[in-house]
């Protein structure tokens, strides 16, 4: 089994930034994809940001680029999400997800493991 650990949530302004962490623990495998995933309230869970092991490969929401950075550290099995120019519709939870294969998929059943996820709230 994975376990998977998110940090980094709160509350910021419009404007400002967070880093979200997600540490991986338990089984690892030679490939993986993780990412994030993230629901506002009343709206379906939408795909944030992925990145494949190494980092060779990354994707993102269109709502999202040019605005957040996915990356990885292999050595701490650890995937970071860092957000800036946050807006008011960037609140949500914010899942950490991870699967066994690659490539990066942006569909929620296409991963494996999921963190409990944390609270992203900023205000306008």
């Known amino acids: 089994q994975v376990q998977l650990i998110e940090s980094g949530g709160g509350l910021v302004q419009a404007g400002g930034s967070l880093r979200l962490s997600c540490a991986a623990s338990?089984?690892?495998?030679?490939?993986?994809?993780m990412g994030w995933f993230r629901q506002a309230p009343g709206k379906e869970r939408e795909f944030v940001a992925g990145?494949?092991?190494?980092?060779?490969?990354?994707r993102y929401a269109d709502s999202v680029k040019g605005r957040f950075t996915v990356s990885g550290d292999n050595a701490k099995n650890t995937v970071y999400l860092q957000m800036n120019s946050l807006k008011p519709e960037d609140t949500a939870v914010y899942y950490c997800?991870?699967?066994?294969?690659?490539?990066?998929?942006?569909?929620?059943?296409?991963?494996?493991?999921w963190g409990q996820g944390t609270q992203v709230t900023v205000s306008s």
């Open positions: 990145v494949s092991r190494g980092g060779s490969s990354t």
């Open positions: 997800v991870a699967r066994t294969s690659v490539p990066i998929s942006t569909v929620s059943y296409g991963y494996d493991y």
């Open positions: 338990g089984r690892t495998f030679s490939n993986y994809a």
